[in-house]
Structure formats: structure tokens, C-alpha cells
């Protein structure tokens, strides 16, 4: 059996911020932003998924943030050029449920109400994705 094209090997959250005075009701907004570097000597691909909750449309005031980065380890890819076009959506749809489960996690032990995100199509992501992605 042939190795995968790439495979996740470690995810942080680094940044987390939860602000409940800016949770004025239950009419929540999602925004999702993603960015990544490859770096070219160790084949590796470092995924930057941000997400916010927030109230009408206020993305300024948050009532949650949090910044995942996920790490990602490529098989048989040497340069930038050879990403294959499958990893963008790929990356973002293996680390959201993470993002999902601690969203819920963070929510729940801060005694606020829980929230829970449904499961998401974030194909829409790719293109961002692919266009904020440098190399080093």
C-alpha cells in the first residue's frame, strides 16, 4: 500500500480568547480565515485555521476566537509547485473537527452556554487558502 500524500502530524491551539460580555444573544455568525507557510527544507506545511463567534455583525467584538495551526508532513513533495491540488480542501476538512470539539470544550467549561458548531462544508475555504499560502 502506497503512503498518503501528506498526513497530520501535531495541531495547537495557540491563540484563544473568549470575551462573554460581547455574547449578546443567541444569533451567532461564524467567519473562518486560513493561511499557511510550506517550508521546502522539511517538506512540511503549516496550517494557521482561525475562527470567530460572534453577534450581527460585529466580527470586531468576538465573543470567541481561536487560532489553530495544524502541521502537516508531505510524502514525495520537494517545492511549493508540487502541493497537490487535493491537499487545500483535505487539510482544512482534517483539522475543523478539532476546531469544533474545542470550540464546544472552551464554551461549556467557561459556564457559558455550550456551543456546539455542525458539521461544516468548508470547501469554499480551498481558494483562501491556497492564495495566503507563502513558502520559506
Known amino acids: 500500500m ?6 497530520i502530524i501535531n495541531y495547537q491551539f495557540d491563540k484563544v480568547t473568549l470575551d462573554a460580555t460581547n455574547l449578546k444573544s443567541d444569533d451567532l455568525k461564524l467567519s473562518f480565515d486560513t493561511s499557511g507557510v510550506f517550508n521546502n527544507e522539511t517538506s512540511t506545511y503549516e496550517l ?6 460572534f453577534n ?9 476566537s481561536i487560532q489553530c495551526k495544524g502541521i502537516f508532513k508531505f510524502e514525495e513533495v520537494a517545492s511549493f509547485e508540487e502541493i ?13 473537527p478539532y476546531v469544533r470539539a474545542y470550540v ?20 469554499h475555504l480551498e481558494e483562501d487558502l491556497r492564495k495566503n499560502t507563502t513558502q520559506k
Request: proline share 4%.
Open 48 to 53: 494557521v485555521f482561525l475562527t470567530k463567534v
Open 104 to 123: 464546544s470544550l472552551v464554551t461549556t467549561q467557561a459556564n457559558v452556554k455550550g456551543i456546539i458548531l455542525p458539521t461544516l462544508n468548508l470547501s
Open 56 to 64: 450581527d455583525d460585529d466580527i470586531d467584538n468576538a465573543f470567541l
Open 2 to 7: 502506497k503512503n498518503a500524500a501528506f498526513s
Open 84 to 96: 497537490p491540488d487535493f491537499f487545500y480542501r483535505n487539510s482544512i476538512a482534517i483539522l475543523f
